[in-house]
């Protein structure tokens, strides 16, 4: 599977409970408040100041060195 911008954060969770560490990592400190159902990884990126193309090329960095 390919993360992109427009998957929820929940999405990307479940795909790789890992990623999880990861957006942790970005920033991304609130990955159980109830906007993480529906907030797409654009919107939360904005929010958060997080530059997007760039946590996209490492959740998928991450899951290609895995072999998934």
């Known amino acids: 599977?390919?993360?992109?911008?427009?998957?929820?954060?929940?999405?990307?969770?479940?795909?790789?409970?890992?990623?999880?560490?990861?957006?942790?990592?970005?920033?991304?400190?609130?990955?159980?408040?109830?906007?993480?159902?529906s907030e797409n990884l654009e919107q939360a990126c904005a929010v958060h100041g997080i530059d997007c193309d760039a946590l996209v090329a490492a959740l998928n960095a991450h899951l290609e060195a895995k072999g998934e």
Not at 5 to 33: F, N, R, S, V, Y
């Open 1 to 37: 599977m390919t993360i992109t911008k427009d998957m929820t954060i929940q999405k990307i969770i479940t795909t790789d409970m890992e990623l999880a560490d990861l957006l942790i990592d970005a920033g991304m400190h609130c990955l159980g408040c109830a906007m993480a159902h």
